[in-house]
């Protein structure tokens, strides 16, 4: 009876060993379906790697546009006077010879007009530098609101200003000339409960299809510098 019970189970285990061995291939089989990715195609690269790629266009193209932001920047405080916020001599001269070809290139014509201040030592030493710094701050003000948003105005060093004007006759240039200097010489400043005035002297170059941006300059600094002196002998007659 033993023998036939022991029998009985080994039969048992043994049917269920069986059973056991079918099931776990199946098993496995799905539990490697789940974990492995789907089979991918030519298609499918492709695709990705477009996807990747317009990925990596997009951002070099916002990598470069912040780059050339960064450059305009830089360009722009290099070529800027922070007292007086117009251009520096660098970047009035740079204007200066962009204008030239462009007048070359159209047979259009301009006038380069130089201011030298007058008397702006004597206020830099008796009430100091700020004060001086008052007195150009004003002469700017005055000068960029009688010319025209395409004139361009520009710092060449201490007390000496460029004004590029655009067509213009050299009888309308040295009009302009004129008038700029009348009204800053009606410019009065109160230093130390006394008034001050200072005044500019003004010289003009015309420019043609054969100018050059050098030439240019030398040739209405000496004009401005015949000016001052005729404005000195204006003052002492």
Request: aromatic fraction near 4%; hydrophobic fraction near 45%.
């Amino acid at each position: 009876m033993k023998k036939k019970k022991r029998a009985a189970a080994s039969g048992a285990a043994k049917r269920k060993s069986a059973a056991a061995r079918k099931v776990a291939p199946r098993r496995a089989q799905a539990a490697l379906t789940q974990a492995a990715p789907a089979q991918t195609g030519p298609a499918q690269v492709l695709s990705a790697a477009l996807t990747e790629a317009k990925a990596t266009i997009r951002r070099l193209k916002a990598e470069l546009a912040a780059a050339e932001a960064q450059i305009a920047e830089l360009q722009a405080s290099a070529e800027t006077d922070f007292l007086l916020d117009i251009l520096n001599r660098r970047g009035f001269e740079r204007e200066l010879n962009r204008s030239i070809a462009y007048i070359k290139r159209y047979h259009a014509s301009g006038a380069l007009v130089m201011l030298d201040v007058d008397r702006l030592k004597p206020i830099n030493d008796t009430y100091g530098h700020t004060a001086g710094d008052a007195v150009l701050k004003a002469i700017v003000k005055t000068v960029t609101s009688q010319v025209r948003a395409s004139d361009v105005v520009g710092r060449l060093g201490g007390d000496e200003f460029a004004v590029l004007l655009w067509n213009l006759t050299e009888t309308d240039a040295k009009a302009k000339a004129a008038a700029l200097e009348q009204s800053i010489d009606r410019l009065t400043f109160d230093f130390g409960g006394r008034s001050v005035s200072a005044g500019a002297s003004a010289g003009v170059a015309i420019l043609g299809p054969h100018s050059v941006a050098s030439r240019a300059l030398e040739e209405a600094d000496s004009a401005m510098y015949v000016r001052k002196a005729q404005r000195r002998h204006e003052v002492v007659g």
